[in-house]
């Protein structure tokens, strides 16, 4: 898993702050967590959850809303209402990262909180809830002092023992939200998860909402779990539930085309010295250093990478020049090794090997291993290349050929007698 820092901007102009846990490669679907009452996104069940989807291939934003945990805001001046608001500013800031959320899962009020938003989401395509409660004027009795809250309109309350400065606009907030009917005109498939002995979210609360649903609609018992999923397991059990059952209504991730973006993004994770997250091609991945020289050896090397670039090219090469010529050529196997050379120009050396597979005759091989010269990254690298580096917010498209541009040049090379 590969996990990168993912801040936007929310209603009010504040910075909310999220992190975006990747799979390794590509994401077969984007969800967004929203996390329980005065938690942030660093909560066992959002951060456990998120690693469970990511290794069952979901990309996943988790964030704190306003005024918790990272982000900005006076969590003073929050309301049920903002953090509906939140969960939209997420999803704006998702799509136009090209990862726009097709399923939203809330944890306690956070799952009321996504039962509220969803319909102002038409590319949401399902939603979960784990441990929600029906009517968000539940959360109410985990103030301690409410009436004094209400009397003064300003008080410090504490909420599962710690202590939150709160304006009487939260309750008079929370009251004006109809809930039955949202979920009534939901329009989206249901999941509902929650455990028969939470202690804090009662049963009842799952039992309301799955009532008020309308079909398709799915609950499953998360039995022995606490309200805040504390143990491993149940976070790995609801990961698995919702992987499972959000398939049937997620549309599959969409073939990377010529039309998207040719930008490489390189962000490092903080983790080691030297571990990168690399997005290409509508895939991310790790790259990183041996721990021999400071890493934790968790990816390919930069010079790991450029081999890798080779290799796909000439295999590439080969396999369009073969077919244009009707040769016998029935796998390519390339392999690239990188070194350096003291007292020799040029000083890099790339040795590449090919393993031709099929009834070819001495003449075709020969022809196929002089093709490989010619596929488009080889020239590349050995008439060298013009680097261009200022400091900026992103690199301008009209700098950056489409993928598939050089395919051209392939088509060229193939063509050749």
């Given at each position: 898993?590969?996990?990168?820092r ?9 910075t909310?702050s ?14 967004l967590f ?13 951060a ?9 291939g ?36 998702m ?13 306690s009020?956070g799952?009321a ?10 590319n ?15 959360v ?14 300003e ?5 599962g ?5 709160m ?9 004006t939200?109809?809930?039955a009917?949202?979920i ?11 455990s028969?002995t939470d ?13 008020a649903?309308?079909?398709p609609?799915?609950?499953?018992s ?22 499972a ?8 991730a ?17 983790q ?45 090469t080969?396999r369009l020049?073969a077919r ?21 120009q040029p000083p890099?050396?790339?040795v ?10 001495e003449?075709?091989?020969?022809r ?33 050929e489409?993928?598939?541009a050089?395919a ?10």
């Amino acid at each position: 898993m590969a996990t990168q820092r993912f801040d936007f901007p929310g209603e009010s102009g504040q910075t909310l702050s999220g992190r975006l846990d990747l799979p390794e490669g590509r994401a077969s679907a984007y969800v967004l967590f929203a996390h329980c009452f005065t938690c942030t996104k660093s909560s066992l069940a959002a951060a456990r959850v998120a690693k469970e989807l990511t290794k069952l291939g979901f990309g996943v934003l988790r964030f704190d809303f306003t005024g918790l945990g990272q982000s900005g805001g006076d969590f003073a001046d929050s309301s049920f209402s903002g953090s509906i608001a939140d969960i939209l500013s997420a999803a704006a800031a998702m799509e136009a990262a090209g990862r726009a959320p097709s399923l939203l899962i809330g944890h306690s009020l956070g799952g009321a909180a996504v039962l509220a938003a969803a319909g102002e989401l038409p590319n949401v395509r399902a939603v979960a809830t784990i441990a929600a409660p029906f009517d968000v004027t539940h959360v109410e009795h985990l103030f301690t002092n409410i009436d004094e809250l209400i009397e003064h309109g300003e008080a410090e309350v504490r909420i599962g023992g710690r202590p939150f400065r709160m304006r009487s606009g939260f309750i008079e907030d929370l009251r004006t939200h109809d809930q039955a009917a949202r979920i009534r005109a939901l329009g989206r498939p249901l999941l509902v998860l929650h455990s028969p002995t939470d202690a804090t979210v009662g049963i009842d609360n799952a039992g309301a909402i799955f009532q008020a649903a309308r079909h398709p609609k799915s609950f499953v018992s998360l039995a022995g779990a606490d309200h805040l999923l504390t143990r491993q397991e149940d976070a790995e059990f609801v990961a698995a539930i919702v992987s499972a059952w959000s398939r049937r209504y997620l549309p599959e991730a969409p073939p990377r085309t010529a039309e998207q973006s040719g930008v490489v993004t390189v962000v490092e994770t903080g983790q080691g010295d030297f571990q990168v997250e690399v997005s290409a091609g509508g895939v991310s991945f790790l790259a990183d250093e041996p721990p021999e020289v400071g890493g934790l050896g968790s990816g390919p090397t930069p010079y790991d990478l450029l081999g890798a670039g080779l290799g796909a090219c000439t295999a590439m090469t080969l396999r369009l020049y073969a077919r244009h010529k009707g040769l016998p050529l029935d796998r390519v196997t390339v392999e690239v090794g990188h070194s350096r050379r003291a007292d020799t120009q040029p000083p890099d050396l790339f040795v590449r090997r090919l393993r031709l597979e099929g009834d070819l005759s001495e003449e075709q091989r020969q022809r196929l291993i002089e093709m490989a010269e010619k596929c488009p990254v080889h020239r590349t690298l050995h008439r060298g290349a013009a680097i261009e580096t200022a400091e900026g917010v992103s690199v301008a498209e009209e700098k950056v050929e489409k993928p598939g541009a050089h395919a051209a040049d392939r088509e060229r090379v193939a063509k050749t007698n």
